[in-house]
């Protein structure tokens, strides 16, 4: 059987010197790996969507074990972001966190409209890379059904609140009573994260990264979602995460 389906790379696995099996975010089926004939030979057919990034209309033959790739028509191949290693470095979180959360036949459209969304903003805008990450990963959260409670306690419910916790194991905010009773875990937040992350989470990406926020607030904010991603996405590591840090560090 042969299918037609958009779809963006997200990964890209070499199994000899001359094939590689890429790890598609599709838009018919959700995740696929398939295999790329000659991906690696930079004469080969199929060498230009062999690319972590590409997105295009791939037709894919199903195989036994493994689909394989039969043809690519490139509409996008965000070659601008594999040429600066900070693009790179967050577009590749980007990617490792959709690889974490989508699976095979399912689909997750508006994820990937995001996604590709963000790898636009990241190729063309100056928009701020921090504020773009932290927009992503409540917009993935929320696609993936990991969205925190950023409107009641998760403790009580109670919907009013004189300070604000954060307590990332229960995911969610914690009301004043809960928070002096039995969440000394949680963190005290200032009430304008709590709007700024519902904005985040509420408004179209392209316009939520124009706002301009202190530096500390994103930095804050960011800390906050690494660690929550971390605990519930159940991945404790991400080497993306790891790399953008070490970018981050030396610049
Ligand atoms: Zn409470």
């Not at 199903?62 to 689909?67: A, P, S």
């Not at 996604?115 to 959260?141: H, M, N, P, R």
């Not at 409670?149 to 919907?159: A, I, K, P």
């Not at 124009?210 to 080497?239: A, C, V, W």
Request: proline residues 2%; contains cysteine.
């Amino acid at each position: 059987m042969i299918y037609k389906t958009d779809a963006v790379v997200l990964r890209k696995n070499k199994i000899s010197d001359s094939d590689v099996i890429l790890t598609l975010f599709t838009r018919k089926l959700g995740k696929v790996r398939a295999v790329a004939k000659g991906g690696r030979k930079p004469k080969a057919r199929l060498s230009p969507a062999s690319h972590i990034f590409v997105f295009g209309e791939f037709i894919i033959s199903k195989g036994k074990e493994l689909d394989r790739i039969s043809s690519v028509d490139i509409h996008e191949s965000f070659y601008k972001i594999r040429e600066d290693l900070s693009k790179l470095a967050y577009a590749s979180y980007f990617a490792e966190l959709c690889d974490s959360v989508i699976v095979e036949g399912a689909t997750n459209n508006r994820l990937m409209d995001t996604f590709l969304k963000v790898l636009s903003l990241i190729t063309y805008k100056g928009e701020d890379f921090e504020l773009i990450k932290l927009a992503f990963q409540l917009k993935l959260l929320n696609y993936s059904g990991f969205k925190p409670e950023l409107t009641r306690c998760v403790s009580c419910g109670n919907m009013t609140f004189k300070k604000v916790g954060f307590d990332i194991y229960q995911g969610g905010l914690i009301c004043d009573d809960c928070f002096l009773k039995y969440h000394k875990n949680a963190i005290l937040i200032n009430p304008t994260m709590v709007k700024v992350m519902n904005y985040l989470l509420k408004a179209d990406i392209t316009i939520s990264v124009k706002i301009k926020l202190k530096p500390s607030m994103i930095n804050q904010l960011n800390g906050i979602m690494d660690r929550y991603i971390q605990l519930h996405l159940e991945r404790r590591t991400f080497k993306s995460l790891e790399f953008l840090n070490t970018i981050k560090k030396t610049n």
